[in-house]
């Protein structure tokens, strides 16, 4: 299951957040998320954000619901000319 949400702007950047156990795609509001989804016992969630404060406003949701990060990978920017995504940190 996913949910999609549109977001305008200038410049975006997609980050894969990858949490233990499972998230309902109920959540997906609370978290401001494009996508939630299932994956093995865990769950990706996909965030569309404008600056490294959306970020960690988003990482904050998740420690705050005491869920276990496993993983933040920066999937794609867009709106930069030439932008590519850099790898990942986990």
């Keep these: 299951m996913s949910t999609n949400r549109e977001m305008t ?6 980050y894969r957040l990858e949490i ?4 309902g795609v109920s959540w ?5 998320a494009d996508t939630i989804a ?6 990706v969630v996909e965030v569309r954000v404008t600056d490294q404060a959306e ?7 998740i420690h705050d619901l005491n869920l276990r990060l496993i993983a933040v ?9 030439g932008a590519t995504p850099r ?3 986990t």
């Design 38 to 43: 299932p994956c093995g016992d865990n769950t």
């Design 20 to 23: 233990g156990g499972s998230v």
């Design 28 to 32: 997906a509001e609370w978290f401001e």
């Design 9 to 14: 702007g200038p410049a975006t950047t997609v």
């Design 55 to 61: 970020l960690y406003g988003r990482l904050r949701r």
């Design 87 to 89: 790898g990942s940190t």
């Design 73 to 81: 990978t920066l999937v794609k920017v867009t709106g930069e000319p």
